[in-house]
């Protein structure tokens, strides 16, 4: 069983920065994609990155050149730097860990919001 605990969200104005972490319980970090996904109210849940065991990474669109997913293997933990945040950011933000085909888990959320 895998455990995923996100922190680090919060409220933050336009042009703001927020740094979320998502600590990983159990021994199938490392090799394991993760990723984190996003919701807004009345919407369905997106993809905004996600980084391989090996460290590539891909971006929505819409995040590109604004925020950056990395991970510390040896602390279980993944996280995204959100820079330039802008209102259109303001979501529920999940982490993910993937390791297809047995495990598929998400975290309890963090709420980001962006005001103008």
């Known amino acids: 069983q895998v455990q995923l605990v996100e922190s680090g969200g919060g409220l933050v104005q336009a042009g703001g920065s927020l740094r979320l972490s998502c600590a990983a319980s159990?021994?199938?970090?490392?090799?394991?994609?993760m990723g984190w996904y996003r919701q807004a109210p009345g919407r369905q849940r997106d993809l905004v990155a996600t980084?391989?065991?090996?460290?590539?990474?891909k971006y929505a669109d819409s995040v590109k050149g604004r925020f950056t997913i990395s991970r510390d293997n040896a602390k279980n933990t993944v996280y995204l730097q959100m820079n330039s945040l802008k209102p259109e950011d303001t979501a529920v933000y999940y982490c993910?860990?993937?390791?297809?085909?047995?495990?598929?888990?998400w975290g309890q959320g963090t709420q980001v919001t962006v005001s103008s």
């Open positions: 159990g021994s199938i970090f490392s090799i394991s994609v």
């Open positions: 980084i391989t065991s090996g460290g590539n990474t």
């Open positions: 993910n860990l993937n390791l297809l085909p047995m495990y598929n888990y």
